[in-house]
Structures are given as C-alpha cells and as structure tokens.
C-alpha cells in the first residue's frame, strides 16, 4: 500500500524579510519541496491569512500540510515538518 501523498508545504512571506529567506533557505537545504507566495506581489492573500490565523499575519507564514506555523524558529519548524511526517 503506498504512503498517503503529503499536502504541499506553502510559505508565505515578503522577499526583504530576513526570516522568510531564512525559512526558504532551511527548506532548500533540506530538499523539501514548498512553494512560495510573495505577498507583496499578492496583496489579496493577506486577508486570507489574516483569517486564517486569527489577525495575526507576520512574516513568514508557513503552511505545513494545513498546519499555520506563524513566524517560526528553525526549531519550531523543524517540529512541525516532523509532525507532519516530511522529517
């Protein structure tokens, strides 16, 4: 039986913040595929996460298989990959 397929990793995130290329870096080196959303290139997904997390929309946002992790430290990320079965 095959493993059920991961949902994608998402980061959201503005290309000047230090701790999205810090987020984009860690899962580039630990090959784990994710894809990007610049938000000031995509203003109109603000509200959306704005919603999604309460009112709270700080840079980055990472969406780990449907799982918000706000601003994380590589630890707290690192936590959350393994949670969801990608570590």
Do not use: F, K
């Amino acid at each position: 039986m095959a493993a059920p397929a991961l949902r994608p990793v998402v980061v959201y995130g503005r290309r000047w913040c230090a701790l999205t290329q810090m987020v984009r870096r860690y899962l580039d080196r630990s090959a784990i595929p994710y894809r990007y959303v610049d938000l000031d290139q995509h203003p109109e997904v603000h509200s959306q996460l704005a919603w999604m997390t309460g009112g709270r929309v700080v840079n980055p946002v990472v969406d780990i298989g449907g799982e918000l992790v706000v601003q994380p430290s590589i630890g707290e990320l690192q936590w959350a990959l393994r949670r969801s079965g990608r570590r």
